[in-house]
């Protein structure tokens, strides 16, 4: 009858029922109900049963203009890249969220943030619940960032932390890293359950509130029920930020997820060094590093991310496949998007590709999610297919429609200008978007309007290269 009966909370999505079962069913996950004290899970604390109705307080209403001014509303990391994603610094009294894997390098990136704010002379604060005082200062004297004057502490209950805080000058940030580890007064379930993270996490954002400090909350994220995920608090905190980055590259990759105060599309590259986290300003150079010039079944995409073009390389394999049904797999890209892709060359352009396996592989751990990578994914697609390499000066841009046209897509200029100053002569792109560049780009524009028309330039180069060890199809050429 009354919510404060719903003691099973979901430990991956929060949702709450009054009886143990083996899978959630809001989620669907198994093994993931944790009994939480009566008053947990969601719309927790009522009012008890016979108290009369709390009387209303009267509080003032501001204008929305004017108001007082205080000083600077953003504050500036210092680190272009994370600024970036932020939209300019973080905001006061807000709450930003920065969601990653486990071992990612979240604690690394704030302590540097954190360093170079108190450097600028900022009193900035750091509680770890993870680490102790002398397992953080150890890594902030790897970085050789031990002088900076950040105040630090080992602590995990969030009334204590929230005391020791209001004294003295408030601060202007804190990381509580990480949020996982807090707990409250306030409710009685164990740390790291839902309860007890959403409990904390909404005292520290009174706080922030109220204080005008920011702060930001490590959350890792966790595949299996046993901590809670930070998903339940994103929908409270003011920004989300995602820090990902596979652990085969060095690159990690920042990504806003959800901004109240900044665009969300923008990203910040990191490269993981000996000596910490490095910005990388030119995310191209990085990603075209390491490119296999001259072999089939690559084609160099001219993306934008955010505000900012970045270049990368798509490849791609089309194998013989020796299954009932052949694999389509992807790394960095949609799946939907590449079966839709794989469609139209097939049902368009005479491309057969049932008997092959597909791979496709976004270089250097970036997920993509323009939708006008299709044409360099399906130049790519073809390139292995036929055997044959696209030129290695040429980048691709554009987006595939059902039946098979290309259609325009943003910012062209700056794509093109981006890949000019790497060293690009060529550009493949659709046909509608000359107009917008209007001849000044200094590249060789060669314009498609539609997909039949890459298929059959690209299978035309694969012919030229017909040898006798060859034994892929030219697309087109089959039936
Ligand atoms: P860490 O910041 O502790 O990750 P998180 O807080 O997200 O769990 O980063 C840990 C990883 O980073 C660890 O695998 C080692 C690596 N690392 C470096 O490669 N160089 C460095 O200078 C530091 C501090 C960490
Ligand atoms: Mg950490």
Redesign the pocket.
């Known amino acids: 009858m009354s919510k404060r009966h719903l003691s099973f909370v979901c430990q991956n999505c929060g949702a709450a029922t009054n009886r143990w079962q083996g899978k959630c069913d809001a989620c669907g996950e198994w093994n993931t109900l944790v009994e939480e004290g009566a008053g947990g899970g969601i719309g927790a604390r009522p009012a008890g049963p016979g108290k009369p109705p709390r009387k209303g307080r009267t509080f003032a209403l501001e204008p929305l203009s004017g108001g007082e001014a205080q000083d600077a509303p953003r504050l500036k990391s210092g680190m272009a890249e994370l600024d970036r994603v932020t939209g300019g610094g973080f905001v006061r009294g807000s709450v930003l969220l920065m969601a ?1 894997d ?8 704030l302590i540097q943030a954190t360093a170079s704010l108190a450097n600028a002379g900022h009193r900035v604060v750091y509680i770890s619940g993870e680490e102790a005082v002398a397992q953080v200062r150890l ?1 902030a004297e ?2 050789g960032l031990a002088k900076a004057p950040v105040e630090l502490a080992a602590e995990t209950a969030v009334e204590d932390i929230i005391a020791t805080l209001s004294e003295g000058k408030t601060p202007r940030l804190v990381i509580i ?1 990480s949020i996982q580890t807090m707990w409250t007064d306030m409710v009685e379930s164990a740390p790291g359950t839902v309860t007890q993270v959403r409990g904390s996490a909404q005292t520290l954002i009174r706080f922030a509130k109220r204080s005008g400090a920011a702060v930001i909350l ?1 959350g ?1 994220v966790t595949k299996d029920g046993q901590i809670a995920g930070p998903r339940v608090v994103e929908h409270m905190v003011d920004a989300v930020l995602s ?1 990902e980055g596979e652990g085969s590259h060095q690159f990690r990759i920042l990504r806003a997820v959800k901004n109240r105060f900044g665009p969300t599309d923008e990203i910040g590259v990191f490269e ?5 986290l490095r910005e990388v300003s030119n995310p191209s150079e990085l990603f075209l590093s390491e490119r296999d010039l001259g072999s089939p079944g690559t084609a160099v995409f001219a993306g934008i991310e955010g505000t900012r073009p970045v270049l990368v390389e798509i490849q791609a394999l089309v194998a013989p496949t020796s299954l009932g049904t052949p694999r389509r797999a992807v790394v960095g890209w949609d799946q939907s998007r590449l079966s839709m892709v794989l469609a139209v060359l097939e049902a368009h352009c005479g491309v057969k590709m049932g008997g092959y396996d597909v791979y496709l592989n976004v270089a250097g751990g970036l997920r993509i999610v323009e939708p006008a990578a299709d044409m360099a994914a399906a130049a790519a697609l073809i390139s292995s297919m036929a055997n044959a390499p696209l030129p290695a000066d040429a980048v691709y841009f554009g987006e595939v429609s059902l039946s098979g046209a290309v259609r325009p897509v943003a910012q062209s200029a700056a794509r093109l200008k981006e890949a000019s100053k790497l060293g690009f002569t060529r550009a493949v792109l659709p046909e509608a978007a000359r107009s917008e560049v209007n001849g000044d780009s200094g590249m060789t524009l060669q314009t498609v309007s539609n997909l039949v028309t890459l298929v059959s330039e690209i299978a035309a180069r694969g012919e030229k290269r017909k040898g006798p060890g060859r034994e892929y199809p030219v697309p087109g050429e089959e039936d």
């Not at 486990?102 to 990136?109: A, C, E, I, Q, R």
């Not at 993981?272 to 910490?276: E, L, P, R």
């Open positions: 990653g486990p071992g990612v390098g979240k604690s690394t990136l890594r790897r970085l890293d490590v890792h820090f993981m060094t000996g000596s910490g």
